[in-house]
């Protein structure tokens, strides 16, 4: 109990304290929510076709040929396909455990090491909330998926920010090992990060990896690894499963995956979560007070997950990586902007030129006077006040016109 | 921070504990990962089609027409339907305020008192998460639907149980309203109730629908009412929205409702909450990070919501009518069995015979020797030992044929 002479007041501000925390008006996807009253333009509006960079678009990349048949199919199963198990239809299971057996090369038990969730939204979420007790510290790298800082904030835990120096290397993420061990000294029991990261788009390299495994084993600690994008890699890339390096407790590791990116299906709020029988029965539970399982038919989209028409992923990352070489050049050519090239994943981190106005400011202008929408920096690390994230999952020639578009903006508030 | 001499450890039972209350195992939907180990069977197994009483068939029952039609429109509508606001997309919480504004009597603006959520399940705890604090004294029916009190724990809430005396009268649900009115001078900040109850089938009288949002008031709590069965009321029963009462402020007031139960949409996974904006903002931001919104091409099935074929509801509600006719028959045949009539919705919660063995072992025994799945009244309350909760949407023949094993069983193990 939490009471002091005023009684209740105490809690009512505990929960309007966590709310407060948990704004969500620059997140991707609520723009149109925002309060524009105090934005002033400088000049006319840029036409053009409005592009929207705070996610990928799925009508310029569809969703994988044949996910609405699977899931027609799916509804005419009837009442077995309507009210799965918790974790998710037993048959779907087996299909997507060999599937990411295949994919990670790990070994997941059908049964006991996976559990299907609304998005990777829902996994991240039930993850964390099986494994943060209040007032634990968990490690988030700065900068990273900007939930990752709500969800320990709204499960009562600390978070320890470790920097990520990805302009200082081309050959890994440049996470700072040395900060991540002070972490698990001073007593996180928790690491959680994104593999690619969102937003930078580095892969993190089988060293970083293999550090990573071997510091938290060291202390004893937990990690959440996403791995969202892990199947879009550029150049010949090479991606590092932590959870085929042997070298942690299984028990202590959860990858988590979806369809929700390269292959387009995020209308159908779909996701995984695979490793520690313990946290899968966790969030197992959990599931079934937070929205009982993820959609039943829905979850017989995941038949066509990994089973992608022959060459069609393939030519999925070729486009996606002819779009990136475009933007990458746009941003290169003009002084002021600073780009890490995307590894892996639709992501773009630019760091911007100096600007009159806070990047807040910068990105509700863009969408007002150039119909350009894209995610401030500092949803991803209070102190990326000059950078922002675009999705390039885009069609290409609007995304080429969006960027002109912004070096435009740029121009009119540059300082 | 919670630390002991011994550091951490104090900190891995708190989450540990706390999942150690969330027990699903004998959940609806769960049997299946049941442990039978020690359950000894009297007799042989009794042949019959297998009924699962836990929840309603949707293969006898089938979904609205045409529900089907607008996901497939939904998902040709691309992109925009597939990444829509958090809170679910305007077009369709335009149509859905209009339709309950009408429904419940209630004035419901689109923009600011509804949001669309994966399920009533997903409704209820994103709106208990916004409200409850830790330490908060949260009241809720004893029985009432078991997600209540494991809501209540996992937001570090402390229940406080109001009886509800479903036998003792036939004019209204029997809640003890001074036991809520001593709840709410106590400190009380909230009431969670079902109406029509689950598990019990009665409505609550506009006496006590008054009643309650007269104290509600009185004290300054807030009041979230599950209405998920308040389409479907028997024997020309009346339902009272509290939302249409005017008596407390509305922004202390959420109702809940889906298409999950009488419509059978359930394997789409789609609720919905309106009333306090307040609330509901909140509702938004924590669904953000929960799973970020309800399945987007889900979402367009509820254009078929209240717009069901002409007659298809009343002949839905005289089908189940008859079917509850037959099961009441039945129970009230044998000696011991106690059963009030489901007044609306498809849960009949019969007390039992009294039988040597508990009812948790009973509930299994029934799966295991006669193919009949039903919940134990434990799941509503620790004091209803003697109790089970059955939904009857079920094919007819098949709920008849089952209710008489159930009766067979029920000999067997008889005191």
């Known amino acids: 109990m939490l009471l002091n002479y005023e009684g209740v007041i105490v809690k009512m501000n505990l929960i309007e304290d966590k709310f407060l925390r948990l704004g969500a008006e620059n997140a991707p996807g609520q723009e149109t929510r925002q309060n524009t009253v105090n934005i002033e333009l400088r000049g006319e509006k840029i036409p053009g076709t409005p592009v929207d960079f705070s996610h990928g678009d799925v009508d310029a990349f569809e969703p994988i040929p044949g996910s609405l048949d699977v899931f027609v199919e799916g509804f005419h199963i009837g009442g077995k396909q309507a009210y799965t198990e918790y974790r998710g239809s037993k048959i779907i299971r087996e299909d997507v455990a060999r599937k990411l057996s295949t994919f990670t090369g790990s070994s997941i038990d059908d049964d006991k090491n996976l559990i299907i969730t609304p998005g990777t939204q829902g996994a991240l979420f039930l993850a964390m909330g099986s494994i943060i007790a209040r007032g634990d510290k968990v490690a988030i790298v700065a900068p990273d998926y900007f939930a990752n800082r709500k969800l320990v904030e709204f499960f009562d835990g600390e978070v320890v920010p470790i920097q990520m120096e990805y302009f ?8 700072d090992l040395s900060q991540l061990e002070a972490a698990f000294k001073s007593g996180a029991k928790l690491f959680l990060f994104s593999n690619p990261n969102n937003p930078t788009g ?47 407790d299984p028990e202590n590791v959860i990858t988590i995956m979806g369809p929700s990116k390269t292959e ?13 029988s313990r946290i899968i029965d966790r969030m197992e539970k959990l599931q079934a007070i937070v929205s009982l399982r993820a959609g039943g038919y829905n979850q017989a989209v995941l038949k ?3 089973k992608e028409p022959d060459g069609w992923m393939a030519q999925r990352i070729k486009d996606h990586q002819a779009i990136r070489d475009d933007l990458l050049g746009k941003f290169n050519a003009v002084e002021g902007f600073k780009v890490r090239p995307t590894e892996a994943g639709s992501y773009i981190f630019p760091k911007v030129p100096e600007l009159e106005v806070p990047i807040v400011d910068f990105v509700k202008i863009l969408r007002l006077q150039a119909g350009v929408t894209v995610t401030p920096g500092t949803e991803f690390g209070s102190q990326f006040t000059d950078s922002f994230r675009l999705n390039f999952s885009q069609d290409h020639k609007a995304a080429v016109d969006a960027i002109n578009r912004i070096i435009q903006v740029v121009e009119l508030y540059r300082k």
Chains 1, 2 share one sequence.
């Open 264 to 276: 387009s299906l995020s209308g159908y709020r779909l996701g995984v979560a695979f490793g520690s």
């Open 168 to 175: 200082n290397t081309n050959t890994s993420s440049g996470l």
């Open 202 to 248: 580095v892969i993190y390299s089988q060293e970083e990896i293999r550090t990573i495994a071997e510091l938290a084993q060291q202390y004893g600690a937990s990690v959440i690894v996403d791995q969202l994008y892990s199947r879009q890699l550029f150049d010949g890339h090479t991606f590092t499963h932590l959870c085929s390096q042997n070298i942690m």
């Open 304 to 306: 066509s997950w990994f």
